[in-house]
């Protein structure tokens, strides 16, 4: 039995303990657990087989997660323009022209993910990428991934014309004329991407999940929740344990259809029963994700009263209520955690009100569901968390005043609701469990820079920048734990992991300095030197 030792540095034991973050000066590791601390741990460093590793004055502290994140999609990014980087609307063009010189032959052009502050009220016109792209057909997601621009190319191969309706959930952006302008929000972008854009094929997804978890641990995680799951994806994952090509682990959230989801009830068992009956320790599928609403920038967010700049328009709710408790409750009674996407304010509520309903109507068990972003709340709906024992996962970058908060979501809220956002101190005084989470590729799969902006509730870039509603700030233990204790309750492993007590699962990350003690805009370039799984390393720099 091999021992793995770390000595001459901190150890972070517990970042949230109830009496403050408790520490060790050693820890040793053993069949992917913890076995023993301070003077016990060290003294280990003289069996046999032990493998000492010196921690050079840095922390080895409990690995972080990743609550919300698209590892698929943002793993597949790299397979076109790289559009991404660009400062503005030429930049993306001109990305895109790069790439198609580099790609002559390609039958489409498939990218993502462009800033659309770029363009007033995030709307792109597909003549401005015709002139790059001529005839080949091309699609772009925004950084959102709720909004697509095409080409004219492309909307010729959808069929879609002035006379096209929009569809269910969805909407095709128009010009005065009633012609379509090119961008395309919320179901007509993902029905034209399922519908009418080539998928990739089998091993670019492969090369796209193993590419996205190996980013994840050199990060030093160890678990992401894939938060948009669709049947076409299960065999890749399943490929992907069986080859042993995940480096961290995940968590496979299969993502409900409003229009047939009583259909999915019996899929969605079965999926799950595939990937336990694989015995992959890095994969599983417990998990069942309902988009209830869209995004405030294009305002699609389901709010509770109109837009500030919009008066007759309260978003576009994806689920009838309803139909949303049916769909909660049903799934609910199959043992599923529930993952509830949640923008606006009206879409929290409606998945609070649903999770409370499915809760009542089926028999009493341990519940860890979870809703995602919770970026707008009624403040009344704060306490809410807590009572109902529901984990609220935040995206923590979000929480600054950058140009997209300026130029696009506060105008499109106005006052007071432009305060109701990020209210991650609030939720977390109340008592409830938080969790943190990228929503990558949509922002940064980084955690530092995150962890830094919810101390701070400001860029790290910016460190003598006014904190955006100081209120909501939490500190650093807080912070870490959300992406630690926070998302080992998440993953339902609440009682092995998100610690490294004596008997935990060895799941660690060594950083060159303790994120609870430096200066937090100092996080967000604090070094990893080391990842490991279970006690197996899958990151060594």
Not at 216 to 239: F, K, R, S
Not at 441 to 459: E, G, L, M, N, Y
């Amino acid at each position: 039995m091999s021992i793995t030792v770390f000595t001459g540095g901190t150890v972070l034991v517990d970042p949230t303990h109830e009496n403050g973050p408790l520490t060790s000066d050693a820890i040793a590791f053993s069949s992917g657990t913890v076995v023993a601390l301070g003077a016990k741990a060290a003294a280990l460093a003289d069996a046999e087989d032990a493998q000492l590793i010196d921690l050079a004055g840095g922390t080895l502290a409990p690995a972080p997660g990743d609550g919300h994140a698209h590892p698929m999609l943002g793993g597949v990014e790299a397979l076109g323009p790289a559009i991404r980087a660009a400062a503005d609307r030429q930049g993306i063009l001109d990305a895109v022209a790069a790439w198609k010189a580099e790609h002559p032959d390609a039958e489409w052009i498939v990218g993502g993910s462009y800033d659309a502050t770029f363009s007033e009220g995030g709307l792109f016109d597909a003549t401005w990428l015709d002139e790059v792209t001529g005839d080949t057909p091309t699609i772009l997601r925004a950084w959102d991934y709720h909004t697509a621009w095409v080409n004219s190319a492309a909307l010729a191969a959808g069929g879609i014309t002035s006379e096209t309706p929009d569809p269910a959930l969805g909407r095709i952006v128009r010009r005065a004329d009633g012609s379509p302008l090119g961008t395309l929000q919320e179901a007509a972008a993902n029905n034209f991407l399922a519908d009418v854009v080539p998928a990739f094929t089998l091993e670019q997804r492969l090369d796209s999940i193993e590419r996205a978890t190996r980013e994840y641990a050199t990060l030093g995680m160890t678990w992401v929740q894939d938060a948009w799951v669709e049947p076409g994806d299960i065999e890749v994952y399943l490929a992907a344990a069986t080859q042993e090509r995940l480096h961290t682990r995940v968590n496979l959230a299969f993502r409900a259809d409003p229009a047939r989801w009583r259909d999915q009830l019996a899929e969605f068992v079965a999926a799950r029963a595939s990937v336990r009956e694989l015995g992959a320790e890095r994969l599983s599928g417990e998990t069942v994700k309902f988009f209830l609403d869209g995004v405030i920038e294009s305002h699609t967010a389901a709010l509770l009263a109109p837009y500030a700049d919009q008066p007759d328009d309260t978003g576009l709710p994806n689920w009838d209520v309803s139909e949303l408790t049916a769909a909660t409750t049903a799934f609910d009674a199959l043992g599923f955690q529930l993952h509830l996407h949640a923008i606006g304010d009206a879409a929290n509520r409606y998945a609070l009100d649903a999770l409370e309903a499915a809760t009542a109507a089926n028999e009493p068990r341990v519940r860890d569901h979870v809703i995602a972003h919770v970026a707008l709340l009624d403040p009344a709906d704060v306490e809410r968390f807590a009572a109902l024992d529901v984990i609220a996962n935040f995206e923590p970058y979000w929480a600054q005043c950058d140009a997209v908060m300026r130029d696009l979501t506060i105008p499109h809220l106005g006052q007071p609701r432009d305060e109701w956002q990020y209210l991650i101190g609030s939720v977390h005084r109340s008592g409830a469990t938080i969790s943190f989470g990228s929503d990558w590729p949509v922002t940064t799969i980084d955690w530092r820079p995150a962890v830094s902006t919810a101390i701070t509730r400001h860029s790290h870039a910016e460190p003598e920048a006014e904190a955006w509603l100081p209120n909501e700030r939490v500190d650093a233990a807080t912070a870490y734990g959300a992406y630690t204790a926070g998302i080992a309750r998440q993953a339902l492993a609440s009682n092995t992991r998100g610690t490294l007590a004596v008997g935990r699962v060895a799941d660690a990350v060594w950083l060159a300095d303790n994120p609870l003690a430096i200066a937090p805009e100092l996080i967000a370039d604090l070094a990893v030197l080391g990842t490991w799984l279970a006690g197996t390393r899958t990151f060594t720099p």
